[in-house]
Every structure is written in structure tokens, then in C-alpha cells.
């Protein structure tokens, strides 16, 4: 599966080349323009997606466009820790070191929902596959060291919070509340990992790409996806705040930031909480421990 082509050295024109990249949610919208922009730099891009069918179409559909054969389809559900685990597993055997690790998919769900592990599928999907994934992956960016993580969160943390006394919505579902709390939870992560991976060489940042034309909004009626259109950016172009984040020289040493695009933004107050952090961080950790297991 690994591609034996001689690495060559960065140029200005491909500041990526010899680099391996992985983007999550690259079937569509802003993570399969995410894959195509970072491929274009020179990247050897993973492109993660929920299924085959797609997956092997938006792999065609780029490899096409770009005339490139440095992208590299891997299938995995990531609702499901199971498939998280495997996914990682896949990672780890084909791919040496790992220099951008594009958390991107993500889940806006109208309907309150479980996932095979029992956690509210909007939480499984936005927070904790990322955190495990992360965590599984962390050896592999470690030794791909100068690299970066990159978190695709959303504004509306500025609404959430966490709410551990009914993570799942067990009490009364309402999907931006679920959808704002998970937004939340994947900042908050990133900020503590940014803290617990400094002086590796492996930064942590989280972005809001703006409001976006992609399936994320698959739940909404109709009617609102037809008012919101207007107000949308093209994934091509929210996809640039990801590119940014991940082949900027000049972000090299840049960590534990919320971008908005390509700004550094101010946090909420309730986001620069250490003690909600570090809480946060040892529940998802019991959330996503394998059954038996003391921990990661």
C-alpha cells in the first residue's frame, strides 16, 4: 500500500512533498477538498471514509483531477471505537511516520442516536473519535515529528457545554445543544493536548472553517438548507483554513490556538477553564477505554 517513489525535498510550489497527511470525512465537502489541496502541495494524503462505494469514488474523482497517485483510501465508521481502533491499526502498519493528522469529520444529527458503544452518536463522532484516534496515532506523529494535528471545530462552542451529568441527552434531545457540546468537548481536547504534547514537536490547533455548503447539514429540513445556502462558503474554500493549519511555515511552533479561517481568535471564558479541560480529559479517557483495560 506505501508508496515507494523516491521523497523529495520541499520546494515553495509543494512545501508538503515528502509528507504524509491524513484527513477523516474526506468522501466529501471540506475533507475531500482538504485531501485534493494537500495533495497538490506534495502530500502522500490518506483520505479516510465511512464507505468503500464513496470512498473509491472521491479517491477516483481526485486522483483524476490532480493527476496524482499519492492518495491512499482507508474505510472506517468512526462512530464506532471498534472501527477507530482497526483504522489506527491500518495506519500503523502501512505508514512509517505521520506529519498531519486532519481531524475532519464531523455530525450534525436532527435525531438523538446511539452508537454501538452507547454514547450519542453527535459526541462520538465530533469528540471522541478524534480523541482516540489522536491518542492511537500519537507515536506515529511523535516520530513524524515537526507535525501537526488539526481539529475542524465550529464557533457554535461558544454555546455549548458540558454536560456530564447527561452526556448522551438521555434527559431531552436537542440536536444543536448535542451538536455545540461535542464542538466544545473537541476544543477543550485540543487545548489539553497541545499542553500534554509540548516540546515534542507535535502541535495541536482546532479551526471554525465558517458556514459551510456540505452534508453535515443532511438532517435539516429542506426548506432550512435552501434559506442557509446563500450564507455558505464552497468546501474549496473553507478547506484552505485546514491547508493553512497544516503547510504554513510560519505555524510551525504554533499550538494550543482556536483559529477562525486563518485568524487566531480569542476563547470564550468557559473554554480556558484548566480544571474543565483536565475533567473533560479523563471522562473521555474512561469513554473510550477498551473493556479490561487500565487505559491507552
Known amino acids: 500500500m506505501a508508496n515507494r517513489s523516491p521523497i523529495s525535498s520541499p520546494t515553495l510550489e509543494q512545501p508538503l512533498s515528502g509528507k504524509t497527511c491524513l484527513v477523516t470525512g474526506a468522501s466529501t465537502g471540506i475533507g475531500k477538498a482538504t485531501a485534493g489541496q494537500l495533495a497538490r502541495l506534495g502530500a502522500k494524503v490518506i483520505m479516510v471514509c465511512r464507505t468503500r462505494e464513496r470512498g473509491e469514488r472521491a479517491l477516483l474523482e481526485l486522483e483524476l483531477a490532480l493527476g ?27 505508514f512509517a511516520g505521520l506529519h498531519v493528522l486532519v481531524n475532519n469529520a464531523g455530525l450534525f ?8 458503544d452507547g454514547i450519542e452518536k453527535t459526541l462520538a463522532v465530533n469528540h471522541l473519535a478524534p480523541f482516540l484516534l489522536t491518542r492511537l496515532l500519537r507515536d ?38 448535542a451538536y455545540a457540546q461535542s464542538k466544545l468537548a473537541l476544543l477543550l481536547q485540543s487545548l489539553e493536548l497541545a499542553e500534554r504534547l509540548a516540546g515534542s514537536g507535535v502541535t495541536v490547533n482546532c479551526l471554525h472553517p465558517g458556514l459551510t455548503a456540505t452534508e453535515i447539514f443532511r438532517d435539516y429540513a429542506p426548506i432550512w438548507r435552501l434559506i442557509l445556502r ?14 493553512f493549519l497544516a503547510s504554513d511555515p510560519g505555524l510551525q511552533a504554533v499550538t494550543g490556538r482556536f483559529f477562525i479561517g486563518r485568524r487566531p481568535a480569542v476563547l470564550a471564558r468557559h473554554a480556558q477553564q484548566a480544571a474543565l479541560r483536565k475533567e473533560l480529559w479523563e471522562l473521555s479517557e474512561a469513554l473510550t477505554r477498551p473493556r479490561g483495560a487500565p487505559g491507552l
Open 140 to 177: 506515529r506523529l511523535k516520530a513524524g515529528a515537526p507535525s501537526r494535528v488539526i481539529n475542524v471545530g465550529s464557533a457554535a462552542y461558544r454555546q455549548g457545554r458540558i454536560r456530564f451529568e447527561d452526556l448522551s441527552f438521555e434527559r431531552g434531545y436537542n440536536a444543536f445543544a
Open 109 to 116: 444529527s436532527a435525531a438523538r442516536r446511539l452508537t454501538e
Open 68 to 94: 496524482s497517485g499519492n492518495l491512499y483510501l482507508l474505510v472506517a465508521d468512526l462512530s464506532s471505537q471498534r472501527e477507530v481502533r482497526r483504522l489506527a491499526e491500518e495506519v500503523r502498519k502501512h
Open 230 to 243: 446563500p450564507f455558505c462558503a464552497s468546501p474549496q474554500r473553507a478547506a484552505r483554513s485546514s491547508v
